[in-house]
């Protein structure tokens, strides 16, 4: 089992920019492929990217391919998700997830372990 714990949301302006950190303490951190979701107030929680155990694939939603960088440090049992030019539109509560299957897949069921989620906020 791993836990998950992220940080580093607040409040940014559009065009701003955020790092959100999630470490992982438990089993093996490289064991599991990493992902990282949002959630909107009243819609449903979508996926915003994954990155493979040892980093060598990524993998983005359309939405925020080309603004939006993950990556991992397996040393340090923690994945990173740094946003740049944000808008309104990316206002959510942002989730990192283990996917101990190591799936591949962009589906919020098939991740194992969750985060509590961090609050990323904004303005126009």
């Given at each position: 089992?791993?836990?998950?714990?992220?940080?580093?949301?607040?409040?940014?302006?559009?065009?701003?920019?955020?790092?959100?950190?999630?470490?992982?303490?438990?089993?093996?951190?490289?064991?599991?492929?990493?992902?990282?979701?949002?959630?909107?107030?009243?819609?449903?929680?979508?996926?915003?990217?994954?990155?493979?155990?040892?980093?060598?694939?990524?993998?983005?939603?359309?939405?925020?391919?080309?603004?939006?960088?993950?990556?991992?440090?397996?040393?340090?049992?923690?994945?990173?998700?740094?946003?740049?030019?944000?808008?309104?539109?990316?206002?959510?509560?942002?989730?990192?997830?283990?996917?101990?299957?190591n799936r591949g897949t962009n589906v919020v069921a098939a991740y194992d372990y969750w985060g509590q989620g961090t609050q990323v906020t904004v303005s126009s």
């Amino acid at each position: 089992q791993v836990h998950l714990v992220e940080s580093g949301g607040g409040l940014v302006q559009a065009g701003g920019s955020l790092r959100l950190s999630c470490a992982a303490s438990g089993r093996s951190f490289s064991d599991y492929t990493m992902g990282w979701f949002r959630q909107a107030s009243g819609k449903e929680r979508e996926f915003v990217g994954r990155i493979s155990r040892y980093g060598g694939s990524i993998y983005y939603a359309d939405s925020v391919k080309g603004r939006f960088t993950i990556s991992r440090d397996n040393a340090k049992n923690t994945v990173y998700l740094q946003m740049d030019s944000l808008k309104p539109e990316d206002t959510a509560v942002y989730y990192c997830a283990a996917d101990r299957e190591n799936r591949g897949t962009n589906v919020v069921a098939a991740y194992d372990y969750w985060g509590q989620g961090t609050q990323v906020t904004v303005s126009s």
